[in-house]
């Protein structure tokens, strides 16, 4: 659920829309442009979000001022004011000049601000009231990748180009080019005057004696296994180091600390990560936060016993900056700057695993708000401890969250329901603005499905009753209008079928007139009303499909290219693709390996036709990559991995969408429903396509029903239905096979029989070509009528063989099958039952989440909020006294209990075996 303890700025809200600031590919985990002025967060905010960048953030410092800078790929350098009470101060001042990617900056200590660049130059920038024209340094002949400060004031930075260089401020001397081993990722000016580096294939760190007429190594420390990107310095002479390449064990997801002071065989104290280290930072209190394509991670390096801290509500962080004032600044791949307030390990152990118990110490305390916003920032943050059970991937940890988030809201409503009125009141009135803030966040539930989060989640968070607030709101600001409005047009468009269908076959009507000559001069209006109502149908559905592929392309794109370099390396091909005979070469390399290379058949079956659409969509390409603007290397590294792993998507059938059996159904009864109005306009409809069409419609109703704005309890039973039957599938996949099975022992046994008898099941002449096992069809819908029907004649088995696979029939499809479905359906009915309440409100959750996107094509209904704080605190009221829906634990928490009952369990037995130690060594010493 969207934080709205956070502050967001855009820079520009009117020079893109509202949807591409939503979920460009760089700005998807943290869909926040509604400003909700009239709304005051609470002072100061947990976390603020700063945007205007539209490119990964690669970079961040704080200024001598107290401004803070970021650097970006999108070539421009922004920097921002903090207003006292964290929040943002005005929008960012721009400074553009680089000719590509911005990767790294440093405040210097005379208030300048420098920068490297991809466009491999250093700038120095004048970023006072009267700023002068940058000074430009140039003689790199690679990225410039890290910037430092030494103690006398010069500037080192590091390249690609395998150099150090140590530059004089003032742009006139030639800088002092130290070579490396090679291309410099990690770059720190330590304390003590020192440099150390690291970077390269070596995994090597070198720290260096510096001087104003050399730079010699003084201490080589061999860190990970392929490079090192970020170094720290830590209290007591320590270095850490993180890098990159796991290698087979996963040696690169760790931090390695070194004792600067010992030499260079020491064995570093090693921090185990899950993932890569690109950024390291020292807070102020002594801990140390890791950046990385996991987020941010927070370690308490003074009890080793402690997992990190995790924070990936930005998935992907690089530069990282702690500031004066405590707090720590992150730039993501999403294009934001995160400032977070950083607090202590009890208090995120203690929101991550809310109690009634621990709600009502917070009630007591009057921080029930807080504990609402700090619930609301756990998802939003996508905060995790990252114990042994932690889960892993983008989907598992955003539905980790969410479960956590309903129980914290459950134990908040429990709590609340609980109190004495008097304070009761005062704490809702309390909760009323925060609940406000996310009824009027737009973008609040499209984040669901941006991180890939499980339905059964969602099942959890809907009926929590602070959320049944959130919800009940927002259907009524709008999705209520386009329900309604589906409603009317459906029926008008089911009435217009079903009268063309009357009068082209001239049925007769209600009291058996014949409408024919009265309807005749209508027939034109009812098709082309019915073609106005089809297409307004067809344009939503378009919408939608479009929608959702832009954001799971977004989401998954970052899977999509790992997968796609890891799929280089293994291969062990040179992602080359700067040109097109170079990209063409490197995929045509791929599609040899694929073709021979020790893959399974499977994966092959599966890689290769996907690999030569990647070569024809390159093909395509070449001729618009002249255009400005158009580059190859970017249209490889933006298509072709979603052709690889996303292809369905890419061709425009998202996951979220297909996966939903109603979207077939709706499609489906689209394409009748065009084809019957059609052949309605030539001449008319055919007996079959009517019947096709009237069958999808009346599904259509209900598929309306489910989302039914007039009674919950009809919605919740037919959203009951639809679970049971889905449920009931592999009882039907196995009943169809037994089925099968018989309808080919009595074909063999009586299909070439002249049965002269008249036969009650099908009620058919007596002669051969009418015989009910005639032919394996026939065979088999004489099968399934004596299943349901239980009509036969026993004449027609009249040898004793005959009779015996008949009895055997029966008995498994009477007596086994038949009492099989009864206690499926009883059971599933049961539990179902017990879910009427969730299935509704994730229903009421789906259908405001899918009509947001088609909200946006009307401005008059966008933002109608008219809600006051005192009309949600009375929503409060009612939906609190309503209390909270629970049902047996399952699933994911199932599973998340047991690991909680078997931690608690192996804690206690330790504690145990501590004491019985303890009294045996008392023992042994008294005997002795």
């Keep these: 659920m969207g934080a709205k303890s956070s502050k967001v700025v855009s820079e520009a809200p009117s020079s893109r829309s509202s949807f591409e600031r939503m979920a460009s590919v760089r700005d998807y985990f943290t869909a926040r442009i509604t400003p909700l002025e009239d709304v005051t967060p609470p002072a100061p905010p947990l976390v603020v979000v700063l945007r205007g960048h539209t490119k990964f953030v690669t970079d961040v410092v704080e200024l001598a001022d107290s401004r803070i800078a970021s650097a970006s790929e999108d070539r421009t350098i922004r920097v921002w004011s903090l207003a006292e009470d964290g929040t943002a101060d005005g929008k960012p001042d721009v400074l553009s000049g680089h000719t590509d990617a911005v990767r790294c900056l440093v405040a210097l200590k005379d208030g300048r601000l420098a920068s490297g660049s991809r466009d491999k130059t250093v700038r120095i920038w004048d970023i006072s009231e009267n700023p002068t024209a940058p000074i430009i340094l140039k003689g790199h002949e690679g990225y410039v990748w890290k910037l430092a400060e030494l103690a006398d004031g010069r500037l080192a930075s590091g390249s690609w180009d395998k150099t150090i260089r140590i530059w004089d401020l003032s742009g006139d001397a030639a800088p002092l080019v130290v070579p490396h081993g090679d291309a410099v990722r990690g770059m720190l000016a330590l304390k003590d005057g020192r440099l150390a580096t690291g970077g390269g294939k070596d995994g090597m760190i070198n720290v260096w004696n510096v001087d104003s007429q050399s730079c010699t190594k003084a201490l080589e420390l061999a860190s990970h296994p392929k490079y090192v990107a970020a170094l720290a310095e830590l ?73 990190p801290i995790g924070f990936a509500g930005q998935a992907t962080v690089d530069g990282m900056a702690s500031l004066k004032d405590g707090t720590l600044a992150s730039g993501g791949d999403d294009g934001t700057i995160r400032v977070h307030r950083v607090k202590t390990y009890e208090y995120y152990r203690e929101i991550l695993r809310v109690t009634e118990d621990v709600a009502r110490k917070w009630f007591a305390e009057d921080r029930l708000g807080e504990l609402f916003d700090a619930s609301v920032l756990q998802y939003d943050e996508l905060l995790t401890i990252d114990d042994d059970d932690a889960p892993t991937g983008l989907g598992a940890v955003a539905s980790r969250a969410v479960v956590t988030q309903a129980r914290n809201l459950d134990a908040i409503a429990t709590t609340l329901k609980s109190a004495p009125s008097s304070k009761r009141d005062a704490c809702i009135d309390d909760l009323a603005p925060r609940v406000l803030r996310l009824v009027k966040d737009e973008e609040l539930l499209l984040t669901f499905e941006q991180r890939l989060v499980s339905k059964s989640a969602v099942e959890q968070l809907t009926p929590s009753p602070l959320f049944r607030v959130v919800l009940n709101f927002k259907f009524v600001a709008g999705p209520r209008f386009v329900l309604w409005l589906d409603i009317i047009l459906f029926l ?22 014949n409408i024919e000559r009265w309807y005749r001069g209508e027939k034109t209006v009812e098709i082309i009303l019915g073609f106005i109502i089809l297409t307004y149908y067809s344009l939503k559905e378009a919408l939608n499909v479009y929608y959702d592929r832009k954001r799971e392309l977004a989401v998954r794109h970052s899977d999509a290219r790992n997968c796609f370099f890891k799929l280089f390396g293994q291969a062990k091909l040179p992602p080359l693709f700067t040109t097109g005979p170079q990209a063409l070469r490197s995929l045509t390399k791929l599609l040899v390996y694929a073709v021979k290379g020790p893959l399974s058949w499977r994966k092959k079956l599966s890689l290769i036709p996907r690999i030569v659409l990647s070569i024809i969509a390159v093909l395509l390409f070449l001729p618009l990559s002249c255009l400005p603007g158009r580059s190859v290397k970017a249209f490889v590294f933006g298509v072709v991995p979603s052709i690889l792993y996303n292809t369905l998507s890419l061709l425009g059938l998202p996951r979220a969408w297909r996966s939903s059996l109603w979207n077939w159904i709706e499609v489906t009864s689209l394409v009748l429903s065009w084809t019957s109005f059609a052949r309605a306009a030539l001449s008319r409809i055919p007996v079959n396509l009517a019947v096709a069409t009237a069958l999808f419609l009346w599904f259509e109703v209900f598929d309306y029903l489910r989302y039914s704005a007039v009674n919950e309890e009809l919605a919740a039973f037919v959203l009951m239905i639809g679970q049971i039957l889905l449920k009931l599938a592999v009882f039907m996949f196995v009943f169809v096979l037994i089925l099968m099975m018989f309808t080919n022992l009595f074909y063999l046994r009586m299909g070439n029989r002249h049965i002269k008898r008249y036969f009650d099941l099908h009620d058919d002449a007596p002669n051969y070509l009418d015989h009910p096992f005639n032919n394996l069809l026939k065979s088999f819908y004489s099968v399934l009528l004596l299943a349901f029907a239980q009509e036969f004649d026993p004449d027609i088995f009249h040898t004793t063989i005959d009779r015996v696979i008949f009895v055997f029939y029966l008995f498994i499809i009477v007596i086994v099958l038949l009492n099989v479905l009864i206690a499926i359906v009883n059971s599933q009915y049961a539990d179902t039952s017990a879910r009427a309440t969730k299935l509704f409100y994730r229903g009421r959750f789906e259908l405001v989440a899918e009509t947001s996107d088609f909200l946006r094509m009307l401005p008059r209904r966008r933002n109608i909020h008219s809600e006051t704080i005192q009309q949600v605190a009375a929503m409060i009221k009612r939906e609190v006294n309503r209390g909270t829906v629970r049902d047996a634990i399952r699933g994911e928490d199932l599973r998340e209990e047991v690991l909680r009952i078997q931690r608690e369990t192996d804690a206690k037995l330790l504690e145990m075996q501590a004491k019985m130690d303890a009294i045996l060594n008392a023992v042994t010493s008294n005997n002795s």
């Excluded at 008008?492 to 007139?513: D, E, M, P, Q, W």
């Design 492 to 513: 008008t468009l089911f009435v217009s079928f079903t009268r063309l269908t009357i009068v082209g076959y001239g049925y007769k009507g209600l009291h058996g007139h």
């Design 235 to 307: 209290p007591g002479q320590r270095l850490a180091a993180g890098g990159g390449d796991a290698g087979r064990r996963g040696e690169g997801f760790h931090i390695r600390i070194f004792d600067l002071n010992d030499g260079p065989h020491q064995a570093p104290k090693v921090l185990r990560g899950r993932a890569d280290v690109w950024s390291l930072v020292t807070l102020d209190d002594g801990r140390l936060a890791a950046g990385g394509p996991d987020g941010v991670r927070v370690w308490d390096l003074d009890n080793e016993e402690r997992r």
